[in-house]
């Protein structure tokens, strides 16, 4: 299939994005083009205007600015997994990239693209909640910042009103001794998640001093394990203690679809949960080992 007969525009800036969404209610912004452009020729979306973001250079690039990242929405997913600036500072969302896609994919597809689509499954949407990401988001009223745990509104749904876009997501990288990991289970490499796991942990004398654990595929938008968090600060970390944050994380409330139950689901939470502890983990003592 093809797409309906649309009006196409190409801005250069910010300002201009926002008058012409403004002035048509029935359009859609074009960032990469990894999930619109399908959802076009499948007439999934029919929109009278397409305001196409490539050429917004506010909108691009890494920025360091104190103790936080700047990453501009329109940034491409490839520049983020291959930055040394974010593999130093925020090492997860590299991590996490690796299972994004594949090259092709990752050399179009955009921060901002990913986290407006608000797939369920959407490996950076999992990472930007456990690092408790901010967005900027900007419209005729000016800026404002929506937290990450406020992003989702409902299933494909972001925060967003109809005349805002996102312009930036700002990252606070976790400064002190702590490990990471990344993992998920989908029927193929690239595929989407069925369920994705993003685990950070800060570990201060042999002690869990903070943690962070977010899940993707269980709900309409990325899910924090505020429960299991709580369980392992103040905890020495070792094979018991994450075994029984596994069970605790197959409480998670999941949905179901055609193709997985709530209880598959469930199972898959606790698993990766517990897998992902033990990797970042081994991770820490590796880095540990690497600085000794």
């Not at 990469?32 to 959802?39: A, D, E, N, R, T």
């Not at 689509?117 to 404002?144: F, I, Q, W």
């Not at 996102?166 to 990252?171: A, C, H, K, S, V």
Request: a negative charge.
């Amino acid at each position: 299939m093809k797409s309906c007969n649309f009006s196409y525009y190409d801005p250069n800036t910010v300002s201009e994005v926002v008058s012409l969404i403004s002035r048509h209610e029935n359009a859609k912004l074009l960032a990469g083009g990894q999930s619109l452009v399908p959802m076009l020729n499948f007439r999934i979306l029919s929109p009278e205007h397409i305001v196409d973001l490539n050429k917004v250079s506010d909108l691009f690039g890494i920025k360091e600015n104190g103790n936080h990242l700047r990453i501009g929405s329109m940034t491409r997913q490839s520049e983020l997994l291959n930055s040394p600036l974010i593999i130093q500072s925020s090492p997860l969302i590299s991590r996490a990239l690796g299972y994004v896609g594949h090259d092709q994919t990752r050399n179009r597809g955009t921060i901002g693209g990913s986290l407006c689509h608000l797939d369920p499954a959407a490996e950076l949407c999992v990472v930007a909640s456990a690092y408790n990401a901010e967005l900027t988001v900007t419209g005729k009223k000016g800026d404002r910042v929506i937290a990450m745990s406020d992003w989702p509104v409902d299933f494909l749904t972001p925060a967003l009103d109809h005349d805002e876009i996102l312009t930036n997501i700002r990252i606070t990288p976790w400064q002190g001794s702590h490990g990471f990991c990344f993992i998920e289970f989908a029927r193929r490499e690239g595929d989407f998640a069925i369920v994705a796991v993003a685990v950070l942990i800060e570990i201060t004398d042999h002690v869990i001093s903070k943690a962070s654990i977010a899940l993707g595929g269980v709900a309409a938008g990325p899910v924090r394990l505020h429960d299991v968090e709580t369980l392992l600060t103040g905890q020495s970390p070792g094979q018991e203690l994450f075994k029984e944050a596994g069970l605790l994380a197959k409480k998670v409330d999941a949905m179901s679809d055609i193709n997985y139950s709530t209880n598959y689901r469930k199972r898959l939470s606790g698993t990766l949960t517990e897998r992902a502890l033990h990797g970042a983990m081994a991770q820490f003592k590796g880095e540990e080992e690497g600085h000794a």
